[in-house]
């Protein structure tokens, strides 16, 4: 096994505290919420309805089940801020239990299983195993994910940006034989989608708990001039030695993998740039798509988010229409809040290109690694290891049918904060340590391409001069979303 030469961040590190005591409550505070209102209505409707006789025990078990989930979430705040030891996963069927325990008992030794204590991506992923465990355990909540409903909802508040990429890629369609025959225009258009894909992680719901919906369309701005202008936060910036290195591929059939971030406007993007990687560029035959298999960092991608994006894309209702400002119901009389375009070329480019995706997946040009129509909590060996604790260096050792997968490869490219912790250990390398060498024996197995805008304190692959500038100009560069790093690494 690897051992890295440095220490994991912990929340003695001002981000991991803040995480604890501040962002932790409040996604628990979310599902506290959100489980109380389901409770609350399906009461109201036992009372109200014509229910039979077992609907009503249904509906009661239901509602007990989840005030018995509420009470646990409750005590779990209340232990979290008084950075009490961190409990056991109980033994409810699901994978990795034996892994979490494992791992809290060596804490335990070395003094460091507390909620101050442990080390802050352990911590983390424990967090989200152990609230499945609180539903996974009950017969009527099961299957529910908790922030289905807050993905759902910041997906509806992205029709604006949504539109404008369905317009480019119908623009793209246009001028398809062309592009497909000139090299230099595919690369410049490579990095536009690079870019696209790297911001669009900007909606991490599990970090930005208090922006609104016009905070998050203003994050979500995609034209060129928004592009270019952000081009000076990539800090380390690979684009060209990655286009460099799907032109050189031989092979007529190359998959391209995705090991995905979050659900809503960040997978519509990752699609996008599947589209664009298949449709548009002669180097890549086919995309595999890698999901969470349980609700997990609040926003990642689950089967069943995968499965209901195109089917929400190609709804006439799904976005809301423009709403005029200023509560006047007749638009035209004041001013019309900017939504999504409802003009309906629009709406016609957007049903396009989503008709050509939903064609993907049936001819298996795009695919998910596990079933569609996998449930929440199922074992699946191609999917179970990125819900464990482990660094990705782990991965051929207690991962064997994934990594030889990827091993397969042409480009395997890793979404979003999460996975670049996960790729680096979460330790603290300095910010000189190149990024081959921060994912130890990874480096080399397959060709690696971290999208990642910077949200957690681990940084590495950049010179130490950047980040004292950084630093002294009072920046939150390694935590505050508005820095990234586009890192490459090829096979040997």
């Known amino acids: 096994m690897f051992e890295p030469p ?3 961040y912990d929340p003695k590190d001002k981000s991991g505290y803040e995480t604890v005591v501040k962002r932790w409550p409040v996604i628990l505070t979310g599902i506290i919420d959100t489980i109380y209102r389901i409770d609350h209505h399906l009461g109201v409707s036992l009372e109200t309805s014509d229910a039979t ?7 009661q078990e239901k509602i007990a089940e989840g005030k018995g989930i509420i009470e646990k979430i409750g005590k779990l705040k209340y232990e979290m801020a008084r950075d009490r030891p961190l409990e056991p996963i109980p033994d409810d069927g699901e994978a990795f239990i034996d892994v979490y325990n494992a791992e809290l008992k060596r804490l335990e030794q070395d003094k460091n299983h507390t909620w101050f204590t442990a080390p802050w991506l352990f911590a983390e992923c424990y967090l989200y195993r152990l609230l499945r ?3 996974c355990q009950t017969t009527h909540w099961c299957t529910f994910d908790p922030f289905s409903f807050q993905k759902e909802e910041t997906f509806r508040s992205s029709g604006k940006a949504i539109y404008q990429l369905a317009k480019m890629m119908h623009e793209l369609q246009v001028d398809k034989q062309e592009l497909i025959g000139d090299s230099e225009k595919l690369g410049v258009l490579f990095k536009e989608m690079i870019q696209m894909c790297l911001w669009g992680n900007a909606t991490d719901l599990s970090l930005l708990t208090h922006l609104s919906h016009d905070d998050i369309a203003h994050l979500q701005t995609v034209g ?7 081009k000076e936060f990539i800090l380390k910036d690979d684009q ?3 286009w460099s290195h799907l032109t050189s591929l031989q092979d007529n059939d190359v998959t391209v993998d995705f090991v995905l ?9 990752d699609f996008v740039f599947a589209d664009f990687l298949v449709t548009y560029t002669p180097h890549v035959s086919r995309v595999v798509f890698h999901p969470k298999l349980i609700p997990w960092f609040v926003s990642d991608v689950t089967p069943a988010d995968f499965s209901s994006t195109i089917p929400n894309l190609l709804s006439d209702t799904f976005f809301p229409p423009p709403k005029p400002v200023g509560g006047t119901e007749t638009p035209g009389v004041d001013e019309v809040k900017a939504l999504p375009p409802s003009r309906p070329e629009e709406h016609e480019y957007l049903r396009n290109m989503v008709t050509r995706w939903q064609s993907y997946i049936d001819s298996g040009v795009f ?5 569609l129509d996998t449930p929440l909590g199922a074992p699946n060996s191609k999917a179970d290891f990125w819900t464990s604790s482990r660094p990705y260096w782990d991965l051929k050792e207690k991962a064997p049918l994934v990594f030889n997968g990827l091993s397969k490869s042409g480009l395997v490219i890793f979404k979003g904060d999460l996975n670049y912790r996960k790729l680096t250990g979460d330790i603290k390398w300095p910010v000189s340590t190149p990024f081959e060498t921060a994912i130890g024996p990874l480096a080399g197995s397959f060709p690696i391409l971290s999208l990642r805008t910077n949200k957690a304190d681990v940084v590495v692959g950049i010179s130490q001069e950047i980040a004292d500038k950084l630093d002294v100009a009072g920046e939150k560069w390694r935590v505050n979303g508005k820095y990234a790093l586009v890192s490459f690494v090829p096979r040997t």
């Open 6 to 8: 440095y220490p994991p």
């Open 53 to 59: 006789s077992e609907d009503v025990t249904k509906g």
């Open 133 to 135: 465990s609180y539903f």
């Open 224 to 230: 060129k001039e928004a592009q270019q202008a952000r």
């Open 240 to 242: 060209d030695n990655v």
């Open 261 to 269: 971030d979050n659900a809503g406007f960040e997978l519509f993007t």
């Open 367 to 371: 695919s998910l690694s596990v079933p």
